[in-house]
């Protein structure tokens, strides 16, 4: 569908200035952004004679901008939020998590992640980078609604985490060729879950195909100390010993690093995705991200799961990232929202190899969003930029658009997507399962 935007502010993220005037879809991608007016002009500055429109959306003043990327998930754990709430992570996960997802198969998974893409679409949320049991069942929900997915493999000593290191490697290539929606990457869960021997692998793995690696990784003190315990030095030391970022890559969470760590990060190029909301409720601590800036590493920010959050809404992440490093440095001045609104964009779509997502021009994709300006929240407009990060909230999400077609607007959902129906089949799996 061709879609024309007009009378519309528009935040492109090439830069946090703020342009007044039109963008055009055409399919799945940008086709113009700029001051518009004369639609003849235009045409023939894009050597078109003309173009047909199937909608004109007055945007009446509100806000375009590049959607969000959460790029730290875990969709399906949508049956557990607000169940394991109160707990510490190590106790959390052992105790709590693991035996419930040992209850799970493929199609509560694809019931359950249906319901965390709702919640997405409502927080302006277009790209996801997911990690969870079972990628074929979440490959099946994203596509099927739209939803811009880039996964991950959860490979550990856990059973159900991953079949076999070749499970992974074929799903390297099937879930990579399956939708221009979808993507996956080499991972695994933690070094704690996991043993040398198969972190040698993986890496291997990772070599074979010059690919980045993802995992979490430095979350806890405890969890650093453990490995200090095992191999006599950090997660990040051990990783990087075994060559598993030598194509790039990063790290979830990244709470507990030290300045060696950091430098190592620095040198390969890693991505940092920083999980505030998470690490607030589990007490795991507060990310040094303004010593991440310092030493120009890309730092991204995801939600982490619906068990640990609880809610995936990345207005909530965004001020918390400013404001736990505000209090971390003591300095109101550190970790500025224009850059924390880079991260949630930007940066994310650069961790999420999305380079076609991380702003808003011609020829990129038509992952677009409309913030509603015309709330109590968002007025006066002294810094619209600061406000999304100061101020912003989910209910200023007018318009979700993934890859040029409308899956949320006006507090309703595309036609095509039944909530009440994916609401019910969620509570229907939790009560079966306790």
């Known amino acids: 569908m061709n879609y024309k935007f007009y009378n519309a502010k528009i935040l492109t993220m090439k830069t946090t200035d703020i342009m007044e005037g039109e963008l055009w879809v055409q399919d799945d991608k940008i086709l113009y952004v700029g001051e518009g007016g004369d639609e003849t002009a235009v045409c023939r500055s894009l050597s078109m004679e003309s173009i047909r429109w199937d909608r004109e959306i007055d945007c009446g003043g509100n806000l375009l901008m590049p959607g969000f990327k959460d790029a730290h998930t875990h969709s399906a754990m949508t049956f557990l939020r607000s169940y394991a709430d109160d707990l510490p992570l190590q106790d959390w996960l052992f105790q709590q998590?693991?035996?419930?997802?040992?209850?799970?198969?493929?199609?509560?998974?694809?019931?359950?992640?249906?319901?965390?893409?709702?919640?997405?679409?409502?927080?302006?949320?277009t790209s996801?980078?997911?990690?969870?049991?079972?990628?074929?069942?979440?490959?099946?929900?994203?596509?099927?609604?739209?939803?811009?997915?880039?996964?991950?493999?959860?490979?550990?000593?856990?059973?159900?985490?991953?079949?076999?290191?070749a499970k992974m490697e074929e799903r390297y290539h099937t879930l990579n060729a399956l939708d221009p929606l979808h993507s996956y990457f080499i991972g695994f869960h933690a070094e704690y879950t996991c043993s040398k021997a198969l972190l040698e692998q993986v890496s291997a793995m990772a070599h074979k195909y010059q690919a980045p690696v993802f995992t979490h990784l430095s979350e806890t003190k405890a969890e650093v100390e453990g490995c200090r315990e095992r191999y006599g030095m950090s997660p990040v030391k051990l990783l990087n010993s075994l060559g598993m970022f030598d194509y790039g890559g990063g790290g979830y969470h990244c709470v507990w690093m030290d300045e060696e760590d950091m430098d190592i990060f620095a040198k390969w190029g890693l991505s940092v995705v920083t999980n505030p909301g998470s690490n607030t409720k589990l007490a795991s601590g507060i990310a040094p991200i303004s010593a991440y800036l310092k030493r120009g590493i890309n730092v991204a920010v995801g939600t982490d799961g619906p068990a640990s959050n609880n809610c995936l809404d990345m207005f909530r992440e965004m001020f918390?990232?400013?404001?736990?490093?505000?209090?971390?440095?003591?300095?109101?001045?550190a970790v500025d929202a224009l850059e924390v609104l880079k991260m949630a964009t930007v940066n994310g779509a650069k961790a999420m190899n999305l380079p076609d997502t991380d702003v808003l021009d011609a020829g990129k994709q038509a992952d677009v969003i409309m913030i509603d300006l015309h709330q109590p929240n968002m007025q006066p407009l002294n810094h619209?930029?600061?406000?999304?990060?100061?101020?912003?909230?989910?209910?200023?999400?007018?318009?979700?658009?993934?890859?040029g077609q409308i899956l949320y607007e006006n507090?309703?959902?595309?036609k095509?997507?039944?909530?009440?129906?994916?609401?019910?089949?969620?509570?229907?799996?939790?009560?079966?399962?306790?």
């Open 384 to 403: 619209i930029a600061k406000n999304l990060v100061y101020s912003g909230s989910k209910q200023n999400v007018k318009m979700t658009m993934v890859r």
């Open 320 to 333: 918390l990232v400013t404001g736990l490093a505000k209090l971390r440095e003591q300095d109101a001045a």
């Open 128 to 165: 996801i980078f997911d990690m969870y049991l079972n990628p074929e069942a979440t490959a099946k929900a994203c596509v099927e609604m739209g939803m811009r997915c880039v996964q991950v493999s959860g490979a550990s000593g856990q059973e159900g985490f991953e079949d076999s290191l």
């Open 416 to 434: 095509d997507i039944d909530e009440e129906e994916i609401y019910g089949k969620a509570n229907e799996i939790i009560n079966n399962l306790k």
């Open 411 to 414: 507090g309703q959902f595309a």
């Open 97 to 125: 998590v693991f035996p419930m997802e040992d209850k799970l198969d493929g199609e509560m998974i694809y019931h359950l992640t249906k319901l965390a893409v709702l919640e997405y679409l409502t927080s302006g949320i």
